[in-house]
């Protein structure tokens, strides 16, 4: 069995274009809300990732159920990221990241189950940025 999706950021790709705005644009936040198509919100993303700055997708989280089959790698990712919150339920774990930390767990340990089992949520604004 794999992880669920259970909840994420609403409208990511517009939030974390907003992020990636507002470090440089003088525009209200507002504006910079509502200017913007998807397109360009896509085209800025895949522009500034491309250029290595992934702390601006730190603003988009997602939480996963997370079956207790994958204990062991989250141990393991637990030691390496520390950058994701996880807490055990009855049968598993609620495991809450950001997009930041899912981009290199996925580079970095594509050998884990749970890697791989991320790779199918990665937004399609990211998914140039994944080896």
């Known amino acids: 069995m794999g992880i669920s999706l259970v909840a994420q950021t609403e409208d ?9 705005r507002v470090c440089y644009s003088g525009l209200p936040v507002d504006e910079l809300l509502s200017r913007f198509s998807d397109e360009d919100n896509e085209k800025l993303i895949k522009k500034v990732v491309g250029m290595g700055h992934l702390s601006v997708v730190e603003h988009g989280v997602m939480t996963f159920s997370v079956p207790s089959s994958f204990k062991e790698e989250l141990f393991k990712v637990m030691m390496e990221k520390p950058f994701l919150k996880i807490t055990e339920k009855e049968d598993g774990f609620f495991v809450t990241l950001n997009l930041r930390t ?6 970095e340990m594509p050998e884990l189950g749970f890697s791989k089992e991320l790779r199918k949520f990665v937004p399609d604004f990211l998914k140039d940025v994944i080896k």
């Open 102 to 107: 899912i981009v290199e767990l996925i580079n």
């Open 12 to 20: 990511m790709l517009r939030v974390v274009a907003t992020a990636a």
